[in-house]
């Protein structure tokens, strides 16, 4: 059976994965990350009234056209405490960051400005221009004007301004719901006390997290021994959770244990598509059940991990109305890579920095799928495509990044 080009996978299983239209309120604290579902409107005018932006006097312009003027001070304003009366001719009144400027005045002077005399009087030692250092009420935005639009990822900027328009709570997309199954009899949860013959359920922790980071609620369904009952039993929960995407880990091969394509497709699973020409990652099956798309991850962890990176991520970040998260860059190879078969491989490789700045990607030499202590080491995957020539150390190379990048800082 011939192996799908994983560009072909990729765009296949994007292809048909739309995002769900579901919205829910969250508070503020809780938006960071999501996108808006609908467009956000100012609740009010910000500032709400003219204020000062500095520290000093507020007076009228025409008292202090000529240097060295003298003025009254009458009265105090302060961030959350207006001065109730009226700047009449020759007065000042002392005014704080951020409080109302009192009627009548027309100009901030800075306090450097002006030097204090005795009995409430100040002189001036600088002329400002007429209107300085006043924010006009509204420079922000106006109470109903639209600030923020739908599809808009919330980020800090766009958080801060939503708040100062008055939205305790915002309407945004519900995260797209991603279960987890991991399958086998051998496995068990992490802490247990093991006998002979099992090993710890590791990848589900990892392909959670890429899962959540791309902008997923996952829903945790455990593990489901080697039994087709268990499988079903795994999937009716997903379907109650409204899953959008369930992912299975392991079975996913051709031994006779490796039950996962069969049982989905007893339960009603269209398949997609089944084994992709990449190492590791090979047998990867994408499918649909109803509504939800299922992903079937190879058991090994690398694998595992590789195909949520190059595959079940951008499915979420789509799902979730997120971009794309970027991890393409470009190295040199560290050592010699031997040329490449029909199957695009990711080696497992460490970054280093050449003294012209360039990248150095030195692949590990020991590359197989089950070596998770590898991949936890390795700061990006070089990929090798299908049919790749030899290269030698210091020929150009393909990476995505792991990490973030080595830096000279
Ligand atoms: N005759 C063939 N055998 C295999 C082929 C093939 O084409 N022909 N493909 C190989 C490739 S490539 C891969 S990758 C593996 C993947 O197979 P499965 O998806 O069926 O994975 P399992 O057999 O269930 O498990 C493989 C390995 O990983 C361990 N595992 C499984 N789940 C977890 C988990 N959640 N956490 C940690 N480790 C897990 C499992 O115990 C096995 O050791 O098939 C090759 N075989
Ligand atoms: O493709 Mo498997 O993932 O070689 O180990």
Redesign the pocket.
């Known amino acids: 059976m011939s192996l799908l080009p994983v560009e072909d996978a990729l765009e296949r299983l994007l292809h048909s994965a739309s995002p769900p239209d579901k919205s829910e309120s969250v508070p503020l604290h809780e938006a960071c990350g999501r996108v808006l579902s609908s467009d956000v409107t100012a609740r009010l005018t910000q500032p709400p009234f003219d204020n000062s932006a500095m520290d000093g006097y507020a007076l009228r312009h025409e008292d202090i056209a000529e240097l060295g003027s003298t003025l009254n001070v009458i009265g105090r304003a302060a961030a959350g405490h207006a001065f109730s009366g009226t700047v009449g001719k020759g007065d000042a009144v002392r005014i704080f960051t951020g409080a109302p400027v009192p009627a009548g005045a027309d100009t901030v002077l800075l306090q450097e400005d002006a030097e204090a005399l005795e009995g409430e009087r100040i002189r001036t030692t600088f002329v400002p221009p007429k209107g300085r250092h006043i924010r006009p009420r509204g420079q922000d935005f106006l109470e109903g004007e639209c600030v923020l639009r739908q599809g808009e990822l919330l980020d800090a900027g766009r958080l801060t301004v939503a708040a100062a328009m008055n939205h305790p709570v915002l309407h945004v997309y519900a995260r797209p719901k991603v279960a987890l199954l ?3 009899d ?2 068990v949860p992490p802490g247990s006390a093991l006998n002979a013959s099992q ?6 922790y990892g392909v959670a997290a890429i899962a959540r980071e791309a902008g997923a609620e996952v829903i945790d369904l455990g593990i489901a021994g080697d039994e087709s009952n268990a499988i079903l039993d795994a999937v009716d929960w997903a379907k109650a959770c409204g899953a959008d995407v369930l992912v299975t ?7 006779d244990l ?1 039950l996962v394509q069969p049982v989905l497709r007893s339960a009603g699973m269209e398949l997609d598509f089944w084994r992709i020409a990449m ?5 990867l099956m994408v499918g649909r059940l109803g509504g939800m798309q299922i992903v079937g ?5 690398v ?2 991990m590789v195909c949520s990176l190059l595959f079940l991520d951008p499915l979420v970040r789509q799902l979730a109305r997120l971009p794309g998260a970027e991890r393409r860059a470009f190295a040199v190879a560290g050592s010699p890579l031997s040329g490449n078969d029909h199957r695009q491989d990711h080696l497992r490789a460490k970054l280093s920095l050449r003294d012209d700045g360039a990248m150095v990607a030195t692949p590990f030499e020991k590359q197989d ?2 070596m998770m202590k590898i991949f936890a080491s390795a700061d990006c995957l070089i990929v090798r495509p299908p049919f790749a020539e030899p290269a030698e150390a210091g020929d150009p190379c393909e990476i995505l990044l792991l990490r973030p990048p080595p830096t000279n800082r």
């Open positions: 991991a399958t086998g051998e496995l090993i710890v359920a590791s990848n589900g880990l392991g079975g996913a091969s051709v031994g490796d190492r590791p990652g090979k047998p991850l190879p058991g090994n962890p694998s595992a799928s089950s």
